[in-house]
């Protein structure tokens, strides 16, 4: 039933997908890894012995085939067999660096029945499409050549089952999810009736309809600290920070979802506040008020903050399914909102912040336009977690001074772009900001920054780096399997504790935003009570009942 080679070296990416990459693995996602890596591996040699056969080049008789097999079957299960025994403490390694409970004595058990439950799977399957092809390569074979139905029955083959997976299964998935992501959204909720107080979006008086607004949305309006909590906090007078808010519901144009967010900014002053932020959500139009609210607190509540939503999906769909529709909404809300901006007398403009968390961060960089700002620049940009396909975000990584990590860049001498994480403070270098200050804040141990293509087939430039702390020195390269490594990465990327992965914490926030937007009077002894105030959870806000 089964090619004794090709099962051998499925058998050998098995064991190297055991191997830790940047996110620790449970045994469910380790035995998916595991018997998906090995039916690659089958596949793929399949493929090449296909190829050989094709290309007509001798093979070695059946006698000497059996013992060639035979002496590669005992590397093949001594490695096997080591990297079983190995893969727990592979796994706790990256746990123990990021404190999370190591694994549980019967998990190497569980990961091998269902690595080989995926496998046997994965090989119906493959044979299952096998005998697709061989079924139209016979009937084409009957009026044609057998060299051209061979090809015919290939591509015809192929095609059915792109057209039946994307079309069909795809296609039904993503309309189900996009369903029940909608459905998440609550878009009429009686339990959360609009604010009162008309200066509040979705209010009464608002251009903006609160039952369109979506729940991540509402919670984003109604959950910010009130002037008096910031009062408390600061000893100082406050003002009620603005949050404006545009749902996807709102209108199915992004420019006129823009246009809506202009007008709703206009209506309640936010371009007469200190500090106006333009921030792009994630994927299911997530705002994490940890950044905001720490934001809030620092410039005494004279903060204005838009977001404007474009999906329903969570990031990763979003980002294969609808990619270009946060760069469209990103890019609209921007432009119309910097229109304005700059039409204003510069000495009754606000401070202008980009920011972006995520999916956000990537669409957030689109809308950052460096040659129409070049005249009139804005005053810095906040990105978090920025997703690798950022074009901005590999730029500036393509001007690092070699000497820097890759993980950690430094570009030029800091004074407009830097580069923070947990275990390195945006100003660490002490060297004086520009006038526009941008910030990337990435964390080491994060699939959705560091994930590369190419390493396919070759290691990524991080791997050749001194492991940082939130990342397992015994992480090493195999081709093909670290691309499915960190491929399953970057699906449980948000599965660590706040401040590793894609879990950004409220304290790493807090330093990015003193970095780039300069407080006012603002000291140690405040950041310090700040991140008291906030905790250690990069998910929700800080506490805003007082101060």
């Avoid at 460096?370 to 997703?387: H, L, R």
């Avoid at 080491?444 to 994930?451: L, N």
């Avoid at 397992?472 to 670290?482: A, D, G, K, M």
């Amino acid at each position: 039933m089964f090619s004794i080679l090709p099962l051998l070296a499925g058998l050998l990416m098995a064991a190297a997908s055991l191997t830790p990459s940047l996110i620790p693995r449970d045994w469910i996602m380790q035995g998916v890894l595991a018997g998906l890596s090995m039916a690659v591996g089958y596949l793929v040699t399949v493929f090449l012995l296909a190829l050989w056969r094709a290309l007509q080049i001798p093979l070695m008789p059946r006698r000497i085939a059996t013992v060639v097999h035979a002496v590669l079957a005992i590397p093949v299960l001594a490695t096997l067999v080591r990297c079983v025994a190995l893969s727990d403490d592979w796994q706790n390694s990256i746990r123990e660096r990021m404190e999370m409970p190591l694994l549980e004595a019967t998990s190497t058990t569980k990961t091998i029945l269902l690595a080989a439950v995926v496998f046997l799977g994965l090989f119906v399957l493959g044979r299952g499409m096998q005998g697709l092809f061989n079924l139209l390569r016979n009937r084409l074979a009957r009026y044609i050549p057998a060299a051209s139905a061979n090809v015919l029955g290939l591509l015809l083959a192929a095609l059915i089952v792109v057209t039946v997976t994307r079309d069909g299964v795809v296609n039904w998935a993503l309309r189900v999810a996009d369903r029940s992501y909608a459905a998440a959204q609550h878009l009429t909720d009686p339990n959360t009736p609009p604010p009162d107080e008309p200066w509040r979006a979705g209010s009464t008086a608002s251009l903006i309809d609160w039952d369109l607004m979506g729940k991540p949305g509402r919670d984003f309006v109604r959950n910010g600290p009130s002037a008096a909590a910031i009062s408390a906090f600061t000893g100082a007078p406050a003002k009620e920070p603005l949050r404006i808010y545009v749902g996807l519901a709102q209108d199915k144009r992004p420019e006129i979802r823009a246009q809506i967010a202009l007008d709703e900014m206009i209506r309640v002053g936010a371009f007469d506040r200190k500090v106006l932020v333009v921030a792009s959500p994630t994927g299911t139009g997530w705002m994490d008020e940890a950044s905001y609210d720490a934001l809030e607190y620092m410039h005494g509540g004279d903060v204005a903050t838009v977001g404007v939503q474009y999906s329903y999906l969570q990031s990763p769909l979003a980002l294969i399914f609808e990619t270009d529709a946060g760069l469209v909404q990103s890019n609209a809300t921007m432009q119309a909102i910097y229109d304005h901006w700059r039409k204003l007398p510069e000495t009754q403009r606000p401070r202008l912040y980009l920011h972006g968390i995520s999916l956000g961060a990537w669409s957030s960089m689109y809308a950052m336009n460096p040659f129409q700002m070049m005249n009139q620049p804005v005053s810095g940009a906040f990105w978090v977690g920025p997703p690798f396909p950022s074009e901005l975000w590999r730029q500036a990584n393509g001007a690092r001074q070699p000497s820097s990590p890759y993980i950690l860049p430094e570009v030029d001498e800091g004074e407009v772009i830097r580069y923070a994480s947990q275990f390195a403070a945006p100003d660490r270098s002490g060297a004086a900001w520009g006038r526009l200050r941008i910030l990337f804040l990435q964390h080491a141990s994060d699939p959705i920054v560091f994930y590369n293509p190419a390493s396919l087939w070759r290691a990524p430039v991080w791997m050749h780096e001194p492991p940082a702390p939130d990342v397992s020195p015994r992480l090493s390269f195999t081709p093909i399997v670290t691309q499915l490594q960190l491929a399953v990465d970057m699906l449980v990327s948000t599965s660590t504790p706040s401040g590793y992965g894609h879990i950004y914490d409220a304290e790493e926030y807090i330093d990015g935003w003193i970095a780039v937007s300069a407080p006012e009077g603002w000291s140690p002894e405040h950041t310090a009570r700040l991140k008291a105030k906030c905790g250690k959870d990069g998910r929700v806000g800080c506490d805003n009942r007082g101060g």
